[in-house]
């Protein structure tokens, strides 16, 4: 074999290498896929139980969940673990009780901000949404999912095993709903 022909297997051996690792350490965060949908353009990769993920909020579908972009070219629509907000968007379901308060209050949180994505233990839904729990970043943080709760626009939401910060979240409840905060006083 001549000395050109063993550098062109060996650049070839080393760029495939690199496609098999992944290329970079902005990619350890992640797995490959397991049946998590991507109806979205999203990415082909399945994050880690329990990863910290980065990005911006693009845009807001409605109180609980939004699409982040996470790096140039990849989106996720991400539902928020451990809170249920009215219904606003969902298909063949009429618009809910303080559902569009829900959403707006959302939008005002996380509109175009930075954000946190803390990834669930059960890491997708059945629609294929990334589950996590969402914190603004920046000079005024924020964790979201409590914010929600904490305000009345969402009640809180227990599906195993994303459970880590259930009671926080009905402790939240129950302060909001004895106060007649949000959807406690409209709704009920």
Request: aromatic fraction near 12%; avoid cysteine; hydrophobic fraction near 40%.
């Given at each position: 074999m001549s000395r050109r022909s063993a550098l062109t297997w060996a650049i070839a051996f080393i760029v495939l290498a690199l496609i098999g690792s992944g290329g970079s350490g902005a990619v350890d965060?992640?797995?490959s896929n397991d049946g998590g949908g991507s109806p979205d353009r999203q990415s082909d990769s399945q994050p880690r139980r329990g990863a910290t993920l980065h990005g911006r909020v693009i845009r807001v579908v409605d109180g609980d969940t939004i699409k982040v972009l996470l790096e140039p070219g990849r989106y996720e629509t991400v539902r928020y673990?451990?809170?249920?907000?009215p219904e606003s968007v969902k298909p063949d379901t009429p618009v809910q009780c303080f559902a569009k308060q829900a959403s707006?209050?959302?939008e005002r949180l996380v509109e175009g901000r930075e954000v946190r994505l803390q990834v669930g233990r059960e890491r997708r839904d059945?629609?294929?949404r990334l589950l996590a729990y969402v914190y603004?970043?920046?000079?005024r943080p924020v964790f979201v999912n409590a914010a929600l709760v904490r305000g009345g626009y969402a009640r809180t939401l227990e599906i195993a095993p994303n459970t880590d910060r259930a009671d926080f979240f009905a402790r939240l409840e129950s302060r909001a709903r004895a106060a007649g905060r949000g959807l406690w006083a409209a709704c009920e």
């Open positions: 965060d992640l797995v673990i451990g809170v249920d907000t707006a209050f959302n059945r629609y294929g603004v970043t920046g000079d």
